[in-house]
């Protein structure tokens, strides 16, 4: 990209990073919040080990499980595109869309400057609830992972916010070809909880679903960085997962490409 | 006057169901989604009872019926209050409000029953299919009185949720709110689904207590659930009855208050 | 002060002294009052209504003039029982409307234009049906009365399709027809041909009309259109800065406050005056016509030496505007009068 291109999204980043820190207030109060449906989980799961007898269930300790959940938050953190899809769909849907095909800028990359720049004031504001709330779990937690694997850690979160990133573009591109995408979206999402391992560690399901559910992309998208923080791989594990990842990203970004392209001109030929 | 409001409900769930219908695809999306949550948590249930016998002192039918309690207790509140509470706010703002109060009915109850939501009406059968099924499988000795206290409790269930989240949707008039509703409604959810037991040692026990006595949410599906299936303390069937009527009737008050600044305040 | 007690016999509104004031936050102007302004909120005091008072009888169609913000709507809702006056005394069919007695609410309606009662996506006689049930009228009565509106209005095959489908006359006509159903005996209207074509404004007020004459219900309206008021008022109300700066017959306005008359003449030759004399000053000049204003007082005797000077074909003298009239009472200082001249008039209606 030339430079001016560069200078172009940067701006879109700073101005999206301005918008969002007017929301300091209710920011912190509501981060906090986030993490209370996570006590009632745990708790359960303590009541499971309880029943269990033993402190193994699908191959993690209770502590393990413990972090799993709080580590989940940090993955979803990077991954998750609140609003991406529903975003696109009602640009498409509204004619919205066309405003940005007159201007010189590509939609799905000022989409992409937009999120970041959104994550990035995400993260800085988190960094206090996260911080407290992690250190106060700290029984549960890994020790912190040494230097060379750190590298590969954060290869693996951003592979998880360009999944997360093209994943939700490609659903909201559906726009183009489905009207009611918007419930179509919401079922999508109430599935990807389960696939994603949000809702409980893959590794308790039973080996024959289990192994169709990692084959999807979403495994990849949040079950597996989460195993990545939790610190229960070795350096050649966490390398593959991340290749795993990029394979998605490229081919789900081409897909994307490819639907874009097509959308549009079918978006020209309804009168848009 | 119970004949004239009766009539008046039915003209409303009259007028919604020809509504919903109208739009029917996403009648079945919505339907269609809640049944994904239902076999998502159900494939969790599985995924648990393959590694206990028993959570917190529920065995897997019972948990299961438990699931059925919840599911039924809180979507009957979705269907029959979630909307219109969520509404006010908006009523409020558009001065919507007015009309209701031209009404020569009580507004409270003409806010609070407007609409229905039929999409989930489906997890209404899903409920009760997985109660009858649990108690069933259970094979307990079930009587009619079980049934009938076990729905009263349900009534009662209803009418605490109601009154809690009708008074924060009328209170939000007052206040600029940071949590909005839905994510009240999703804490609510959230806490109320499991075993109240496992929140015995949370927080040295007070959480538990908040919850319990204060705001009664814990209790809400434990409650019928263990009239039904388990043991249960005839003084907490008391209480929940008597908490859902203290509440409903300060609900009322809430709201008498909430109207007159209103109409003081506003042009 | 007699004359208020014989008439409160008839009266069926009666307002005393109201005043409504409420308080707006002071919105900060410049940085640094908006940071002052996160530490302490300053207030102002709107006066909305400020001691207005009024009779209305049973059966009278009075028409409630004022510009934007004057207090029209505040005292509509005043009068509904919406909302609490901060002082003064109201009475609607000898109840206090604050106090929200159903049997008072069944006996009024209040119509707002361009706000939406009935459900958007239900046939309009669905919700019929169901203000039926609130408004607990019997079958009999219910249909009888839907039937003439229907007629009146000319809107019986639409009663099936969802008000959404509705073109904005239709919706009003049938919102009108949601507030006669229960058959009011006082009728508030707030804007109710605002947005409408010509045709659907003529058709509501026919009906308007209509009912007023046939079941003697007493109606107060405001409008911006004055066709509306000159069509269905003789006596009007208007309200400026919370004030009642006239009360009586909309003819009096112009005899009160047109301080002007509009001569139009058209001359025989096409000879005109370059000048008309300082009393009259010149509005349009497309030759042989050419109109003038000129000062009420002296009309006669302008009009008679043009008569005599010049051969003039045609000459005719009107009363400005009424929506002229009015703008000019709203900004040319009417505010400034004094309360007790502003109810003088109150005397002289019928």
Redesign the interface.
Known sequence: MSSRAVRKYAVVFKVALAERLVYRGDFFVATFLRFLPIITTILLWRAIYDGAGRDNVGGLSFANMVAYYLLVMVVRAFGSMPGLSSGIARDVREGDLRKFLLQPIDYLTYLLALRAAHKLVYYVMAVGPYAIVFWLCREYLPALPGARSLGLILLTLVGTLLLGFVINCLLGLLAFWFLEVGSFLYLFMTVQYFLSGQMFPLSLLPDGIRRVVTLLPFAYETYYPTLVLLGRMPAGDIARIVLVQAVWIVILAAVVRFAWARGLRRYAAFGG | MLA?YT??LL??W??CL??DL?FR??FL??T??EI??IA?AL??LK??F???????GWNEHQYLFLMGAHLLVTSLFEMLFFSNCWRISERVRT?DL??V?????NAQF?LSFERVDYTTAANLLVACGLCVYSVVALGSPITVGRVLLFLLLVAAAVAILYALVFMFAVTSIWFIR??SME?LW??TV??A???A???RK?AAGVFWAVFVFVLPVLIVANLPASVMVRTFDPRMVAFMIAAAAVLLALSSVVFRVAL?WY????? | MVSRCTMSRMAVIQVRDLRKTYRVVRKPQGLAASFKALLRRTYKDVRAVDGISFSIERGEMVGFLGPNGAGKTTTLKLLSGLIYPTSGEVSVLGFVPWERRNEYRRQFALLMGQKNQLWWDLPAIESFRLHKEIYEIPEEAFLRVLDDLTELLAVKDLLEQPVRELSLGERMKMELIAALLHSPSVLFLDEPTIGLDVVAQAAIRRCLREYNQTRKVTVLLTSHYMRDIEALCDRVLVINQGRLVHDGLLSDIVNRFAAYKVVTLRFADGRMPDQFGPVAQVLSRTPPTVTLRVERTSVAEQAARLLADYPIEDISVEDPPIEEVIAQMYSAGIAGLPAEEARDVVTGRP
């Not at chain 2, 393959?50 to 917190?56: L, Y």
């Not at chain 2, 109060?101 to 009915?105: F, M, T």
């Not at chain 2, 109409?263 to 042009?267: D, G």
């Open positions: 004239r009539r008046i003209r409303f009259k007028n020809l509504r109208s695809t996403h999306v919505h269609g989604g994904l949550w998502m494939v969790f995924v648990i393959a590694n206990t016998r028993q959570v917190a001065g007015d009309f109060l031209l009404r020569p009915a003409l940071q949590t994510h999703f804490y959230s806490i689904r499991y075993p037991e496992i929140y949370f007159r109409r003081s305040a506003s042009s």
